[in-house]
């Protein structure tokens, strides 16, 4: 249920966990879309000389246990206005902010837990959040497969 969804991933791992879930923000920066061609300009379409901003963070527990890694791209006119507070995750700030929001999924998949030396496997997902005339956002979730295993069929919760 967790990668076929599409509503916000955070109330689900909220519901998983039994408890809220925080965010890290480990890197965010403007970077000109050519600088990660095929994400910003051929998923978001952005032109290779506009600026996006790339931002990878992890979705922690209370106890700062990492459930997911993510890697999230914006683009668009008014990409500035998309970016959530550090201490916020990206989802629910979009919701409370107003903004019209879409999910296209892209895909879901089996990806290697980034983590752990011992590289597990894990699900992860890939999706497009369209926010109106704001722009879009690009996200990549790879969750910890100690909170969301693997079925033997490739599934996950």
């Known amino acids: 249920m967790l990668v076929c969804a599409d509503g916000s ?9 039994g ?15 050519a600088r990660i061609r095929h994400i910003g ?22 106890g700062k246990d990492v459930i997911s890694v993510n890697r999230v791209v914006i683009a ?11 201490e916020q995750p990206l989802g629910p700030y979009l919701k409370t902010a107003g903004f019209t929001l879409t ?3 892209i895909a879901v998949s089996r990806d290697i ?3 752990d ?11 497009i959040i369209n926010c109106g005339s704001a722009g879009r956002v690009y996200v990549h979730e790879m969750f910890n497969p ?3 295993p693997l079925r033997r069929d490739g599934s996950s919760v």
């Open 9 to 17: 991933t955070t109330v689900l791992l909220d519901a998983l966990i």
């Open 19 to 33: 408890e809220p879930v925080s965010v890290q923000v480990d890197h965010q920066r403007r970077v000109p879309a």
């Open 41 to 62: 300009c051929h998923i978001l379409g952005a032109s290779p000389d506009a600026l996006v901003i790339d931002r990878q963070s992890s979705i922690l527990t209370s």
């Open 76 to 86: 668009g006119r008014d990409s500035q206005k998309l970016i959530p507070p550090l």
């Open 103 to 105: 999910r296209e999924p």
């Open 113 to 115: 837990w980034p983590l």
């Open 117 to 127: 030396s011992a590289a597990p496997e894990c699900v992860s997902k890939k999706y």
């Open 146 to 148: 100690g909170f969301v």
